[in-house]
């Protein structure tokens, strides 16, 4: 399947669509199009099931009638149940890897790609067009095309192309966030606009109204397109596996620069202990790519050849159990997918058994001859081992072909140990044994080290339980994170009418445009202009005409007659002002204003739309108006006085609840894993 397929009766014209975006196709029915529509469609399911759970605990909560409180523990108990359902089958969207794969990968093994978070649409148009109208005195109406190309460019990033036009779709928006932020997000006021996020590993919204979450799920999702390329790559071609090396390793680069930036995002797949775990996962296959692209011209049946790849095998290996290690600690385990961690498992166990097979290859199918390089030879065996068999030396290994051969035979053991683990591990993960090429690739590894152990196997020997020595791990090539250079592009400012940003920006304040008349006394305007664009009056003479009809020292020049001139220069407002005839002509001035001091930042958190904070407009509930009995009549606090008492209490972002351990609700024991919204009552603490 590719990304590029159009409908019936819509022909491609080669260059530039008319019909969509670049980097964007929303006629696109593709595997990875229809697995998204389908992440879509289980996340809307499980905010349903949450709300129903959530309206269940309050009933619970309210009554004291035994038989509804039955009816309402039996209620939760089928919710439970379909939202352990829905669960389920989010993680098995999560381990459908087989759709990210390359269409004619047939020789290797499988890799792990990140899924899109979903969001849901936003209409711009009202709240901008009254922010416009309001703030900046201008008709909003008459940016109704670009906030129409703002929420074309928003809405094109939720199916992006799987190539670099697509990461280019997600960087163009992200660069135009900051811009949007200044305009239009004021810290004294709430705009309105909610941003909700799905998580990607529970289905459990998150709303906000700042950008932020905005910020962090572009990049998120921008790292996840990258991990498709990567796993979309021909790896078999050196091309394909540089493509691969370097999408997973800018993968890598975007998460951490994600964890860095954006430490207290409330979305739990963009936790720093997730974000951790998902860059060791990236850097792993990238390294394991890296291994291909040793092995791809083929592997020389010599010994320092053969020792060198034990050492990148063994290298794959480490890095692959350093991530099972990182998946199945708390609170990871609960929600990172079992493929996932089953599948870094088998290639642990996978690449070690190839290190000791390489091992063995060099130990039993070469001898040391007299035109070796004995002392290199020694220093290449004792590179390999941390630790030697008891009073043995590696020029003793070396020298001896029967302590070659009997240690040879050790790592063909230790070889087949751990593919036979690796296929048993295989077999107890269901979605790993959909992907038949993974269980082929690991039988023929098999059956190559009980091959190499027959050829060797001599019956009339006594058997020996000698178990080989760990291999060193080391490589030429380490996997690094690297952060792409298109995270962030130029582009030109969808609102750049209403001015430059230096001053025309939503957290700057100024009256509302003002008409002067200018009549020139010999050609004397009485005042000169300075600063960049726009303009400002400088050296007024208070006598002068203008300075009589309302002209202040200060004031920004932004209209001279017809001509708006936000961002012309001096010169050029200088150009347009030295022709003045005796009639004089109009300009339209502001004055700026002293910014009001802002309010305690507090923005609203929702998650499974229910709030986790609060803005400042609902915070009159209190916990003591639970008893009215107990109420007392006392002043209210204003909200700057009330903002400045809860400063510690109460936080702008939360974390994911997680499940009640604790036993007291009954209806939670069969979903532990499942975050209960029994938590959505606390006052959560920050990442």
């Not at 999702?221 to 091309?239: E, F, K």
């Not at 009549?633 to 209490?649: D, E, Q, R």
Request: aromatic letters at 8%; charged letters at 25%; proline letters at 5%.
């Amino acid at each position: 399947m590719t990304d590029t397929l159009l409908p019936n009766g819509i022909k491609d014209s080669g260059g530039d669509s008319n019909y969509f975006r670049k980097g964007f196709n929303p006629f696109a029915q593709t595997g990875r199009s229809k697995l998204q529509n389908k992440r879509a469609s289980l996340n809307q399911q499980i905010i349903k099931e949450m709300r129903m759970r959530a309206g269940a605990e309050n009933l619970l909560k309210a009554t004291s009638n035994n038989k509804v409180k039955e009816m309402v523990l039996l209620e939760l108990s089928y919710v439970n149940a379909n939202l352990q359902l829905l669960m389920g089958q989010l993680e098995g969207l999560n381990s459908s890897v087989e759709v990210y794969q390359n269409t004619h990968e047939t020789a290797n093994i499988p890799l792990i790609a990140l899924g899109l978070k979903e969001t849901k649409e936003i209409d711009f148009s009202t709240p901008f067009k009254d922010f416009i109208l309001e703030h900046y005195s201008e008709d909003g109406s008459s940016f109704e095309d670009e906030i129409a190309d703002l929420m074309d460019l928003r809405q094109a990033c939720r199916m992006p192309s799987r190539n670099e036009a697509g990461v280019e779709l997600f960087a163009k928006y992200y660069s135009h966030l900051p811009l949007l932020e200044s305009r239009f997000f004021s810290p004294n006021r709430q705009t309105g606009i909610f941003f909700t996020w799905y998580d990607s590993f529970t289905g459990v919204p998150v709303c906000q109204q700042n950008l932020s979450l905005e910020k962090a799920s572009i990049l998120f999702n921008m790292a996840a397109l990258y991990s498709q390329i990567g796993t979309r790559s021909d790896r078999q071609t050196i091309a394909g596996l540089e493509e691969a090396i370097s999408s997973f390793q800018k993968t890598g680069g975007i998460l951490n620069h994600l964890k860095e930036t954006f430490t207290h995002t409330p979305s739990y797949d963009m936790s720093p202990a997730m974000l951790s775990m998902l860059i060791r996962m990236m850097l792993a296959q990238a390294q394991e790519c890296l291994f291909e692209k040793t092995a791809l011209p083929g592997i020389r049946n010599q010994f320092y050849s053969l020792m060198k790849m034990a050492q990148e095998a063994a290298k794959v290996s480490e890095t692959y159990d350093q991530v099972h290690q990182y998946m199945i600690q708390t609170p990871i385990k609960d929600n990172v997918p079992l493929f996932w961690s089953t599948m870094s498992q088998v290639k642990t166990n996978h690449y070690r058994s190839m290190a000791h097979y390489f091992v063995a290859s060099a130990l039993l199918d070469h001898q040391l001859g007299p035109s070796d390089d004995e002392d290199q030879q020694e220093k290449t065996l004792s590179q390999v081992y941390d630790r030697l068999p008891e009073g043995r030396s590696p020029l003793d290994i070396l020298k001896n072909k029967e302590e070659r051969k009997r240690i040879g035979k050790a790592h063909i053991r230790r070889a087949i140990l751990g593919h036979e683990e690796a296929l048993r591990i295989y077999g107890l993960c269901h979605h790993l044994n959909k992907l038949e090429i993974l269980e082929d690739i690991l039988k023929a590894s098999h059956q190559r080290s009980l091959n190499k152990h027959s050829e060797n196997d001599n019956k009339e020997d006594f058997p020996d339980y000698m178990e080989a020595p760990d291999i060193i791990s080391k490589t030429e090539h380490k996997a690094e994170m690297e952060v792409p250079a298109t995270t962030k592009v130029k582009v030109t400012d969808f609102f750049q009418r209403l001015g430059p940003l230096s001053v025309f920006s939503a957290k700057q304040r100024w009256t509302a445009p003002r008409t002067i008349q200018l009549l020139p006394e010999d050609r004397d305007l009485g005042f000169t202009l300075k600063g960049e664009s726009p303009v400002q009056v400088f050296s007024l003479d208070p006598l002068c005409p203008a300075a009589a009809d309302g002209l202040k020292e200060g004031d920004y020049i932004v209209a001279v007659g017809d001509i708006d001139c936000k961002w012309l220069g001096v010169s050029e407002v200088m150009r347009l002002l030295k022709d003045v005839n005796e009639e004089g002509i109009d300009i339209q001035v502001v004055s700026m204003m002293d910014s009001n001091p802002p309010m305690p930042a507090k923005s609203a958190t929702f998650c499974g739309n229910l709030p986790k904070t609060y803005s400042m407009i609902c915070l009159a509930y209190d916990d003591d108006d639970k008893n009215p009995k107990s109420r007392k009549v006392t002043k209210k606090s204003s909200f700057l006085s009330w903002g400045l008492k809860n400063k510690l209490k109460s936080a702008s972002t939360l974390s994911l609840p997680t499940a009640d351990h604790s036993g007291t609700l009954p209806w939670n024991k069969p979903c532990p894993t499942f975050p209960s919204s029994s938590s959505y009552n606390n006052d959560s603490a920050l990442y």
